[in-house]
């Protein structure tokens, strides 16, 4: 949708390992977004970023940092992932070319973290 | 931020209308109501936004009512294909990006 691809779109890892999640626009979209889905909380937004290296920390932002270094691309790292980080994650981009217009999702990463 | 509350779930029998009510009692006067629908676990899909008029595209048509404070999400002829999770939302902009705040949305289950 809208040109986002997330990768990997699974992914077991161990806990205290690093992971890196990534999420590929086409679109020249501005603002991107991180958002996780968990049971019981729906998708609560983790970062977000307004631009090339300008980004800003969401509700549930602790245990993640995020970088965009080129407007195509936003990473978010689990610096030492943690079972609780379990989740599935979606990245969201916003074209901002009307006031009211609708983000757009990919189509998630499912991380388990053992 | 404005909270959106909905049922948790419904049923509709095919090729009926479903009406997906949500309530939005502290939205703003310039937040917009927006429906995204989830199915399988893929990214949300958007359906229809909207401020203070009624709208219809090709999947759905939205109603607002006159204080704003509710809003139904109106699929006129349901198939199986329209079984997911709905979400209603209100995105609250700001300059340094928008938040688009999650309820638990309506689980939607279109019967045969």
């Known amino acids: 949708d809208a040109g986002i691809t997330q990768s990997p779109r699974h992914k077991v890892t161990e806990t205290g390992t690093p992971v890196t999640l990534r999420c590929h626009q086409t679109?020249?979209?501005?603002?991107m977004y991180w958002y996780r889905q968990d049971p019981g909380h729906g998708l609560r937004l983790i970062h977000y970023?307004?631009?090339?290296?300008?980004?800003d920390k969401g509700e549930v932002s602790d245990g993640y940092s995020v970088s965009r270094s080129k407007t195509e691309d936003f990473l978010l790292t689990l610096e030492s992932a943690t079972s609780s980080q379990t989740s599935v994650y979606f990245c969201?981009?916003?074209?901002?070319?009307?006031?009211?217009?609708?983000?757009?999702f990919g189509n998630g990463t499912r991380l388990t973290v053992t | 931020d404005a909270k959106t509350t909905q049922p948790t779930s419904m049923d509709c029998a095919e090729g009926r209308a479903a009406n997906l009510p949500c309530n939005h009692s502290?939205?703003?006067?310039?937040?917009?109501v927006y429906w995204y629908r989830q199915i399988h676990s893929q990214g949300p899909q958007y359906i229809i936004h909207?401020?203070?008029n009624n709208e219809t595209n090709e999947m759905a048509s939205l109603i607002i009512t006159e204080d704003r404070k509710s809003s139904t999400l109106i699929l006129p002829h349901a198939t199986l294909r329209d079984t997911a999770v709905y979400y209603c939302?209100?995105?609250?902009?700001?300059?340094?990006?928008?938040?688009?705040?999650f309820g638990e949305g309506t689980q939607l289950t279109v019967n045969p």
């Open positions: 969201a981009t916003d074209p901002r070319d009307t006031y009211n217009s609708p983000l757009h």
């Open positions: 679109e020249n979209h501005r603002y």
């Open positions: 970023s307004y631009g090339v290296k300008d980004t």
């Open positions: 502290t939205i703003s006067g310039n937040e917009y």
């Open positions: 909207g401020l203070k």
């Open positions: 939302i209100v995105l609250e902009r700001m300059t340094s990006g928008s938040r688009l705040t």
